[in-house]
Structure formats: structure tokens, C-alpha cells
T-cell receptor, first 111, second 114 residues
Framework: GNSVTQMEGPVTLSEEAFLTINCTYT??????LFWYVQYPGEGLQLLLK?????DKGSNKGFEATYRKETTSFHLEKGSVQVSDSAVYFC??????????FGSGTRLSIRP | EAGVTQFPSHSVIEKGQTVTLRCDPI?????LYWYRRVMGKEIKFLLH????????ESGMPNNRFLAERTGGTYSTLKVQPAELEDSGVYFC????????????FGPGTRLLVL
């Protein structure tokens, strides 16, 4: 079946540090891949997406590349800010058109 | 324009009690979804309404959960009787079309069953 596995948190970094949150997936075919973010007190927001192999999704300084050979979609940012503190969810769309989420990674950035 | 709103934001109840969660979608959105995140694990799909009709309720865990969307506007999710394992965060989402990536999510209701 379809599943998404992402690194467990919490992840705590200092401001301006480099961020990587790992995400791997299991799916039939080649699903679209997503990163969602939930800031404190708000709903989940779509952060970025990639729809086919080697696509790179990017938004707000975050990037993730769809790697078919490693079934991965790791989230990266070169220099994090305090305002990036949130919970990040990796996800895919299944063949049944449902969103399959990972377990979420809480990110805290120290000033 | 207001986003998806959910009420209450938090609820603490005892095992065996009843709780009703409410979701107000974005105006004009025919599609409404319920999800839940239990014990800090992955967010899982519960069900999908198109207007007032249940399009897909394959994710509903058991018959203690009842979702309604009378009139095709707001939706309620009732848990009766609540069990300890129902604790978690319940998210609602809405969309105008059926493409899943166009869903707008609410902030969630955090439910704790003691």
C-alpha cells in the first residue's frame, strides 16, 4: 500500500542553520508528492509540491526534489528563520485520490 | 475571505461522554473532508462530503463516529461514546473542486478523552 515515512522530531536548530527533513515514500506508480506546513494555531498549508520524477518544488526558500530512484522527497532550506518554526508533513496522493500523510516533524528555531 | 474554521479548538471529555466537533468550510466550497491525527502519528482521512452527500466514508474508524452536513454548508462530527483512543487532533478541509491538492485546512480541534 501507500505510505510516507518522515524523520521524527522534534528538530531544533539555530537561526540561519541549514535544514533537512527526510521523507521517503512507498507507492504504486509515480504519485505526486507534497510538503505541508502547520504554523502554530493555523491550518495545514501546502508548502510545495512535485508531480514527476526529478521535479523540484520550491517555496519560501524551501526546496524538495522528487527522487524516484531513492523514493525520497527530502525538504531543505539553506538558512532557517525563527518564523519557520512549525510542524511539517510530507504527503503523497494515492491512486484513490486521497492524501497520505507522514507523521509530521516539529521544527523549532532558536534565535 | 474567512478560511476554514473549526469549533471548539480544544475539548477535554471523559470516556463514555459525547462530543460534537463543528467545521465551517470556505463559502462556496462543495467538498468537505475530515481527517484526524492520533497520538502525534500521521494524519488519516476519515471522510469526504460533496455538498450534503457522503462521497467516501471509508476512513471512519467505527460506528461511534457520525458525520453530517445538513444543507451542504457546515459539518459536524459526533463521537458517541468517546473512547481513550479517540484522543487526537481532528482536521477539517474544504475545496471548490475535487483536486485533493486544492484543499484548505482548518486549524483542527484537539480532543482529549480521559
Amino acid at each position: 500500500g501507500n505510505s510516507v515515512t518522515q524523520m521524527e522530531g522534534p528538530v531544533t536548530l539555530s537561526e540561519e542553520a541549514f535544514l533537512t527533513i527526510n521523507c521517503t515514500y512507498t507507492a504504486t506508480g509515480y504519485p505526486s508528492l507534497f510538503w505541508y506546513v502547520q504554523y502554530p494555531g493555523e491550518g495545514l498549508q501546502l508548502l510545495l509540491k512535485a508531480t514527476k520524477a526529478d521535479d523540484k518544488g520550491s517555496n519560501k526558500g524551501f526546496e524538495a526534489t522528487y527522487r524516484k530512484e531513492t523514493t525520497s522527497f527530502h525538504l531543505e532550506k539553506g538558512s532557517v528563520q525563527v518564523s519557520d518554526s512549525a510542524v511539517y508533513f510530507c504527503a503523497l496522493i494515492s491512486s484513490a485520490s486521497k492524501i497520505i500523510f507522514g507523521s509530521g516533524t516539529r521544527l523549532s528555531i532558536r534565535p | 475571505e474567512a478560511g476554514v474554521t473549526q469549533f471548539p479548538s480544544h475539548s477535554v471529555i471523559e470516556k463514555g461522554q459525547t462530543v460534537t466537533l463543528r467545521c465551517d468550510p470556505i463559502s462556496g466550497h462543495d467538498n468537505l473532508y475530515w481527517y484526524r491525527r492520533v497520538m502525534g502519528k500521521e494524519i488519516k482521512f476519515l471522510l469526504h462530503f460533496v455538498k450534503e452527500s457522503k462521497q467516501d466514508e471509508s476512513g471512519m474508524p467505527n460506528n461511534r463516529f457520525l458525520a453530517e452536513r445538513t444543507g451542504g454548508t457546515y459539518s459536524t462530527l459526533k463521537v458517541q461514546p468517546a473512547e481513550l483512543e479517540d484522543s487526537g487532533v481532528y482536521f477539517c478541509a474544504s475545496s471548490q473542486g475535487s483536486r485533493v491538492e486544492t484543499q484548505y485546512f482548518g486549524p483542527g480541534t484537539r480532543l482529549l478523552v480521559l
